[in-house]
């Protein structure tokens, strides 16, 4: 047992490079684990500036100095997301408010479509057991609305925090995009040197992650105007609110399209009932769903990411519980970092005599 695992061990990390990316590894995931909270804004700095660095790298190509580029970029930039903060979210707060007041109204109406079970079909619907699961779902309503409101009491103090987060993100943003290459020195000053294998890597995980993160946001628009689109045209409530809810719901693979389903459903049959309209809007949204996974996401990241949808799962469950919701944002990266460690990690020749492996390493 022993000389397997010390085979083991020569195999895979008697390489120097390995032990030095190893220890890059850890000491990186040892920081972002413990100082999550307080590199939150560095986090959306990074990812802001994987974000605009290629719109500023082809204005780069087209002899536009990189200050300037990078001026102009993080201008247009801070100009849509005020045009977001102050436009479009007082009206999905509006929606938000209009959905709690007519939750009493559509919680009456799933009652007393629930109440004609037990006429349908007597054998396996009580009129007792159907008043319990009404009476759970209205404590259950209760109390997230409680938790919604002691939610929003809790997080004034945050404005402040937000506010200061507002200036710093773009500040750090242009510095990032402006000085790119002397950040970049900075940092690989405190790597090891003469690296091949961290530098391969490396480079391989920051195209992809600089990839994915264009790509991710590019498709977070895409479906958010396409479903609301589709849903205006039905006519459906709350059309706003719930094309933004499928538009987020593209950063989880998978889990989030299933449970931005449900309540899209819900919001039709209330509305329409199990009617010709209710039918025509579900089959519009199965479509978009299917084009989006179909079509926009291999067209967006078909260079990007080349994973199995079961490591993507695993992903996203894995660092999701890790780090939350920058965990389940970074799942795909985090996976193509670790296939490519696996990919290119030293792995030595396997030998009928352990002992004498170890020697001649």
């Known amino acids: 047992m022993i000389s397997l695992i010390r085979d083991w061990y020569t195999r895979h990390f008697s390489d120097p490079q390995a032990m030095m990316l190893a220890m890059v590894l850890i000491i990186a995931g040892t920081l972002i684990y413990l100082f999550g909270n307080i590199l939150a804004p560095l986090l959306v700095a990074a990812v802001c500036a994987y974000l605009l660095e290629g719109v500023v790298a082809r204005l780069e190509r087209i002899k536009v100095p990189r200050a300037l580029a990078a001026t102009l970029v993080l201008v247009v930039f801070v100009f849509l997301c005020l045009i977001l903060i102050f436009g479009l979210l007082p009206l999905l707060f509006q929606q938000v408010t209009q959905l709690f007041l007519e939750l009493p109204r559509y919680l009456g109406e799933g009652q007393k479509q629930l109440m004609l079970l037990p ?14 699961i009404v009476n759970a779902v209205r404590g259950e309503i209760a109390n997230f609305s409680q938790a919604v409101v002691s939610f929003s009491v809790a ?3 945050n404005v402040f925090v937000f506010a200061v987060y507002f200036v710093l993100v773009p500040l750090v943003v242009f510095f990032v995009l402006k000085d790119k290459a002397q950040v970049m020195a900075w940092i690989a000053q405190f790597l090891p040197r003469r690296s091949d294998l961290t530098n391969r890597v490396w480079s391989e995980v920051d195209a992809k992650t600089a990839s994915y993160v264009r790509g991710k946001m590019i498709e977070i628009v895409i479906v958010w105007f396409a479903s609301y689109m589709v849903f205006a045209f039905f006519g459906l409530n709350f059309s706003l609110l719930l094309s933004f809810l499928v538009g987020l719901s593209v950063i989880i693979p998978f889990v989030g399209a ?14 329409w009932g199990l009617s010709p309209t209710f039918g025509y809007l579900v089959l519009a949204y199965a479509i978009l769903q299917i084009l989006d996974g179909n079509v926009l996401v291999p067209l967006l990241f078909s260079e990007v990411v080349n994973l199995h949808p079961l490591g993507i799962v695993v992903a996203v469950l894995f660092f999701g519980g890790l780090w939350g919701l920058w965990g389940i944002f970074f799942a795909i990266p985090l996976a193509t970092l670790i296939q490519a460690l696996l990919a290119a990690w030293p792995s030595g020749p396997l030998s009928d005599h352990p002992d004498e492996q170890v020697e001649n390493a």
């Open 155 to 157: 997080n004034v103090v």
């Open 258 to 271: 299933f449970a931005v389903t449900l309540p899209i459903a819900l919001v039709g049959f209330f509305q």
């Open 119 to 132: 006429e349908a079909y007597p054998n396996l619907f009580t009129v007792d057991q159907l008043n319990e």
